[in-house]
């Protein structure tokens, strides 16, 4: 049961990386770090392009399309963060959130 839930969340992560990305499936479906890597480089240029348009107050812009890019950046960044945990052999510390004025 566990494993089928594991396998659903897997095809849809990547069904919906390669949407948001405009990439084929199989690019996103590749589970290792280079892979990951690759993923969250795409990711934070999509996302640098969205900032871009919404700063030129293009009608391009999409805030919905902006906040699943934060979200899937952040999500990438969760499996990382886990990647190396678990790789180093030691408990990671949570960072804190940024808190401040200028945010």
Known sequence: MVLNHRMRT???????????LGVR???VADR???????????????RRVEIARGRS??????VNRHLNLCAALRL?????????AENAGG???PTPEPTGAGL
């Open 10 to 20: 897997a095809a849809m992560r990547s069904k919906q990386l390669a949407l948001l």
């Open 25 to 27: 499936e199989a690019e």
């Open 32 to 46: 290792s770090l280079s892979g990951r890597l690759k993923i969250v480089a795409k990711l934070k240029a999509a």
């Open 57 to 62: 107050g293009s009608w391009l812009y999409d």
């Open 76 to 84: 990438e960044y969760a499996f990382l963060v886990a990647y190396f």
């Open 91 to 93: 408990e990671v510390q």
